[in-house]
């Protein structure tokens, strides 16, 4: 998470200059049909390519963690009875680093951006704050095998985070039609190659990726939402549903296959928590009142969780930056976790009848008598859904509450350490783990005490209410479990977005922001162009890195456009000259196409060189700039500001006097530096965008 | 549905004036959080009211349609044996009609615009069109008994729809602190008298109807989102959702303890269709394959729907305006249902045994042999939500195929008749009605064609389908059941929205419409004041009824401001000129509460007396104008133009030209008067606003 280094902002407005104009203006009707089709079309990809990785991850987990723990199983059957178990703790050990290892080392050594769970970064990014290499190909690859390598790894880790940040990747590579990295371009999609576009498509993305996690469509559109919801419309919406229809379908169509049961499609999710018979729907007031009571421990645990992790980031951000050091912890953490879990195991002597429905694939006999097995073991000996499951599903008496009390802190105390390192790894999963553990300590105590066992008989409905309360939540729509884990867990990412110093809107400017006015908060001097500028100049103004600008309004005198780097860069690089154009009446017009084939990995000023002789030419921008950026005076109030650029994804913001001349700009950083603290507003130092 | 005509639009847009910054400024941060507990306390409130209202509807609907039913069924069993069965046939078709008569009076002669569901109504407030009186109590009062008196009166509609309104109303009223009807101000809430905050609570309020409705908070949030996105952010988001929640709860809370379970909660919602065995929601693949091939009758019945209905609505426009023939032909309808239904039932020959466990309420012998019961009464004797469930959950073979074909033709007819007539009702359940009559229909011929009783056994299932696809729908979450009618059903509301020709602004401008700019589309000239202008300008400008504008720039050449009509009225009604205030020292100034206090029934103009030395007297507008209003230059595109004012909410936009001179104006109807049509782009004319 160390990785959200945000170099520029994204441009959510579309720059609509002459050449933009004219494409459009030339379109028939028939034309936009088109492209609407095709978005549809894009859509459906992307949630067919997401489902597929889902169920790649879901599988390659199962068969690497099925071989571990079956490996371990054995080694432990056999050293139970001649004693010598420490060789057990040591394969166990030894395995769970050696997976770790291979995927840190994958993560920390090839793509650092593919660590954590990646929803900051698509927050970010959705948001308009573009953190760089967060949608290449090579940081999916990483992610993926990462977090196959993490889970298996018996990390306290969930494998549904990444799948949001695969399914944005996915987006954004198939809605552009090429991969920048495999030099690919198969030349269609070209119309969607522009920051407004895509970031459609990366919602889209994000919310197919959420939908294969959770099983659950509606979740994933909520969630792009939530994210990006300023530029929601219908037709939007619904391209996204499809996009999360199809990839919890075809996740779930190819997961059956797998498990042998084609045309069942019981697995519409990567997580799956069984069935629930309808009573936990039905609360009776006085659970409802327990649930509500719930949130209490729940909202503690995870501001614990938060505090926590906050030192803990600020440690590992001073003292393990270095990828070795940062692949030796992860290690040093699967180790400990599986040391931990041995020992939990090994001192525990809560031992279960083996039933006949409930027999865990995994269980343990150990120091237990036959046809008994030990009940501390389903909670470690298990991948973390399986144990969310049976903390959910098992029957009344599976566990005795000293287990479930001494699990619930020692994975709570794995938790807070996991998340952060330097893996590809979700933290929805060890939330939800967790809450299930001391809801269900919590039911069986409550049963204790009233002893009335008709109302308070199965403690896997307290499971249930307290893996929600953990996650401040309403338990039955799967949408809801995730929009308010979002809104929880929310406050660990903003932790880690604040720690960061990115520039992240949020929905309003601080309440109290009123007295504060555009002058204020503007950057000034500008750096204007003449709409007929001087090569010379541009190069210089582009190569200083000092401002390093990336929007500079056009004037003669009064303001009468904005242009961008980027499209300087193209305009360099074409060569498109004044002088040029008039000697070699071939000169070919330059086109959006160009503009679209240099997006988004635009050169460097450095990489183009313009000659002594090139450098006395006139450069005609008015072609290209875009003539009506929007304003606003110099006396407008932050809050009237910030709306206007959040709700158009503005980039640059030109502020003018009451005579339209340029007196300064507005970015991103200006407005996100202000933040309500405990004593009213405060400004922050925030990375340069 | 013909009391859709807009006089003004809304304001959505803050006018950040001298005084509104002096407020803000001065509020502390506690003041912030007081505001924002507040905003709390009235969603609650909200919640709580709505889910009485719905409370209150249901069980008045059970009450009387008991009545009803009891007395018709009473008489037939008498009047079967003897003949003379055509006296229960008039007593039916009397009773419907006294209901409904009731109920039409109420609505045609004393609240015409609470005809119909009021969901078009609310649709357009949240976009910004001012409809006059739909927020008010009497609207609410007369809304809930019309609905009382359809439903009762036996009408193809449904009691869901008005709770949208409903909610609203009770929104609109909550938020405000005072009642303008009743005379009474409580003082309270005086700072959301605004249209920006007004209308944030007048969604909650429509959530929370959707909720009791249809027990459904996240379908009420989404149907929220769906009409308002563009002004979304987070914590209103939660606050909605608040509202929904206490709203079903109250409503759940309620109908238990009157149904004699209190404690079971098991009535979330006016809607109840019981609870579907889990095979509903898996299908097999095959079944997937013939749910989607249900949305094509689906989607054929429903634009005949529209096309029919659309038709009516015109003839009804032009015939049927006066409100003793609206109600006359509503009672014609009444009759015309008790009939056809009777007609039905005599004529049917579909006796089915009389089981245990599914007895229906009012189950009719007529003349099926004892213990059996004539199986089209299902259908038809009972309240619309009933016979859904009937048809959801009978078990197979309590229909016979031509029963259900003669309904859904019969019913079809009688659906699209009755929509659009001057009460107060529905069209959702009579539209799942038909939908469910033929997927069990289809369903029966299916089992019949394949023969395999065991995968094609339950014609339920179909009947789900078939409601579902009736709606173009995902049967299994409500929410998105409600999103998707809203997607369907209003192509209906669009046909009547287009009717009254409203300027309801879509979600994006017609994408062909790039080659228009702001100075094609925008009003001019403008009427424009000076910053100190003389009180007879200002009079006159006001009350010239030819070209009645409700904005205008404040320029001394440049523009440096707008004003509004309603605060020009205010400003004149205190008699604030500027000679006056200097003769006078004591002269109160003027404050952001004396326009809260006019807030949302501002005089006309022509009440307000100004004696002709008044006249010669100044008004200085500096502290009262918006010194920052949003402006364009002529060139922007039309899109540009449309997002900017969609995303923000806007009422005016100024055009200016490169002097910051204004040229024109751009509202509300300038924008929505361009549609695409079949040939492109294509002018509306739209009533003035």
């Known amino acids: 998470l160390e990785e959200i280094t ?55 987990v199962e068969k690497l963690a099925g071989y571990k723990y079956s490996a371990v199983k054995q080694n432990i059957e056999k050293f139970t009875e001649f004693g010598g178990l420490s060789i057990s703790l040591i394969l166990w050990a030894v395995l769970n680093s050696a997976f770790v290892m291979v995927g840190a080392i994958a993560v ?23 953190i760089p290499r967060v949608v290449r190909l090579k940081t999916l690859a990483i992610k993926v095998f990462g977090v196959i390598c993490s889970v298996a790894g018996g990390l306290a880790v ?176 699967a180790a400990v976790t599986a040391t931990i879990s041995f020992a939990m195991i090994y001192f525990s002597n809560d031992c279960q009848p083996l039933g006949q429905d409930n027999t865990e694939e995994y269980s343990l006999q150990l120091f237990c008598a036959d046809g008994e097995y030990n009940s501390m073991a389903t909670a470690f000996f298990n991948t973390p859904e399986r144990s969310v499951r049976s903390l959910f599903h098992n029957p009344p008496g599976s566990y005795n509450p000293l287990t479930l009390g001494v699990f619930t802190l020692a994975y709570f105390v794995l938790a807070v350490w996991t998340y952060g390192l330097t893996v590809s790894a979700g933290v929805f999963i060890p939330s939800l783990l967790i809450g299930a553990a001391w809801g269900r300590l919590f039911g069986i105590l409550l049963s204790t005490i009233t002893s009335s066992q008709s109302i308070w008989a199965d403690p896997g409905k307290y499971a249930l209410i307290g893996a929600a309360a ?46 504060l006015t555009a002058r204020e908060v503007m950057s000034s001097p500008v750096t204007c162009f003449n709409r007929v500028e001087k090569v010379g100049r541009i190069v210089d103004v582009l190569s200083n890195t000092s401002t390093n600008h990336n929007g500079f309004p056009v004037v003669p005198g009064k303001i009468c456009g904005l242009i961008l780097r980027s499209q300087l860069i193209v305009l360099l690089k074409h060569k498109v000259f004044v002088e040029r154009a008039s000697s070699r009446l071939s000169h070919r017009k330059l086109q959006l196409k160009d503009f679209r084939d240099a997006y988004p990995r635009f050169p460097p000023i450095q990489s183009i060189h313009v000659s002594q002789d090139e450098r006395e030419c006139m450069m005609d921008l008015t072609e290209f700039m875009n003539p009506t950026p929007y304003t606003v005076p110099q006396e407008t109030s932050l809050p009237r500001v910030f709306k206007l650029f959040r709700a158009l994804g503005l980039r640059h913001l030109v502020v003018v006097d009451n005579e339209n001349r340029v007196v300064g700009l507005v970015t991103r950083k200006d407005l996100a530096r202000y933040h309500l603290g405990k004593d009213g507003l405060e400004e922050l130092h925030l990375a340069q965008t």
Request: with cysteine; net charge negative.
């Open 158 to 333: 969930g494998k549904e985070g990444p799948m949001i940040h695969s399914g944005a990747v996915v987006a954004a590579g198939v809605s552009q039609g090429r991969s920048t990295s495999l030099k690919k371009d198969f030349k269609i999609f070209e119309y969607f190659r522009r920051d407004t576009e895509k970031r459609d498509f990366v919602s889209a993305g994000a919310a197919a990726g959420v939908s294969a996690a959770f099983g659950a469509p509606v979740g994933g559109v909520l969630f792009s939402l939530e994210e990006g919801a300023s530029f929601w419309n219908q037709m939007l919406t619904w391209r996204i549903f499809f996009a999360s229809m199809i990839s919890t379908f075809t996740l779930n169509f190819f997961l059956s296959i797998y498990h042998g049961k084609p045309g069942e499609l019981s697995s519409p999710g990567l997580i799956n928590f069984g069935r629930f018979d309808s009573d936990v729907s039905s609360y009776i007031p006085f659970e409802s009142f327990i649930f509500f009571s719930f949130h209490f421990p729940g909202g503690v645990l995870g501001a614990l969780f938060n505090v926590i992790n906050y030192w803990l980031t600020i440690f590992r951000i001073r003292y393990i930056h270095r990828p070795c050091l940062q692949v030796m912890e992860a290690m040093l953490v």
């Open 6 to 60: 945000p170099e520029e902002s994204l441009d959510y407005d579309n720059s609509e200059n002459q050449l933009f104009l004219e494409e459009e203006r030339r379109m028939s009707h028939m034309g936009f049909r088109c492209l609407e089709t095709r978005r549809w079309v894009i859509c459906g990809l992307i949630g067919f390519l997401t489902g597929l990785i889902a169920c790649l991850i879901d599988i390659a």
């Open 470 to 515: 953990q996650l401040v939540t309403h338990a039955c729509h799967l949408c809801f479990v995730l929009l308010e884990h979002e809104a929880h867990v929310c406050g660990l990412y903003d932790v880690h977005i604040k720690l960061q110093s990115v520039p992240f809107l949020h929905w309003e400017a601080p309440p109290t922001s009123h007295w």
């Open 108 to 130: 920390a050594f090839f793509e650092p951006i593919a660590a954590g769970s990646g929803i900051p970064q698509i927050k970010c990014y959705l948001n308009g704050v573009k």
